[in-house]
């Protein structure tokens, strides 16, 4: 089975645009989870969608947003980017059912400048 | 607010040396605690643990979990260089029908020659 996929690998933007990352899970697979990842927070917690529907959600902002499509193929939005989001976005896959252990994708390197 | 921590910081040892990691924890509603291993890229699933007192067992590596201690522990023996890397704990946790994944910030282990 191929692993988890997410594009694009790497990304600069500037303060004040938008992004969007991509996310495809695992074949099978209907839960897909959004972690940030940087030196000083270590992976912290975006949210999880399941079966198109956001499932749970970290203590980020109403800037970072998500979807998930009827495929379980998954996108993540961060509007009026800042600095401080600079970090590495990682998605992860699992059947869905509680108690799976979560599968990680390769990560987007996403800099602010 | 869930909280997990890992001790130490960072790590260095030499080869064939035994290594212990800690993970502590104060989350509500425990399902699980896992045991990552992330190198370059993606996290990759080393251990799920689930009753307290069981040791998870692959090749040099081991795991058990404490419930009583709310803590766990991740053994490495006859270390080697291939076992740089950075080890993160994550707890599972229950809202509902709804779970994330609360990580630790890691513990850096370099294996040297």
């Known amino acids: 089975k191929a692993g988890v996929t997410q594009t694009p690998r790497y990304l600069i933007k500037t303060r004040g645009q938008q992004v969007t990352l991509s996310c495809s899970p695992i074949s099978g697979h209907r839960s897909v989870s959004w972690y940030q990842q940087t030196p000083g927070q270590g992976l912290q917690f975006l949210f999880e969608?399941?079966?198109?529907?956001?499932?749970n959600k970290g203590n980020f902002p109403g800037r970072f947003s998500g979807r998930q499509f009827s495929n379980s193929r998954s996108e993540m939005n961060v509007s009026t980017l800042e600095l401080g989001d600079s970090a590495l976005y990682l998605c992860a896959s699992s059947p869905g059912n509680h108690g799976n252990e979560q599968f990680f994708g390769p990560g987007t390197r996403l800099t602010v400048l | 607010e869930d909280k997990v921590v890992q001790s130490p910081l960072s790590l260095v040892v030499h080869e064939g040396d035994t290594v212990t990691l800690n993970c502590s924890y104060e989350v509500t509603n425990f399902r699980s605690l896992l045991w990552y291993k992330q190198e370059k890229k993606a996290p990759t699933f080393l251990f799920m643990l689930?009753?307290?007192?069981i040791e998870k067992k692959s090749g040099r590596l081991s795991s058990i979990l404490d419930k009583k201690e709310l803590s766990s522990i991740l053994n490495i023996t006859a270390t080697q260089t291939g076992d740089s890397a950075i080890y993160l704990c994550?707890?599972?946790?229950?809202?509902?029908?709804?779970?994330?994944?609360?990580f630790g910030t890691g513990t850096r282990l370099q294996v040297t020659l």
């Open positions: 969608y399941f079966s198109e529907t956001q499932r």
């Open positions: 994550a707890v599972e946790t229950m809202a509902g029908t709804a779970s994330k994944l609360t």
């Open positions: 689930t009753s307290s007192g």
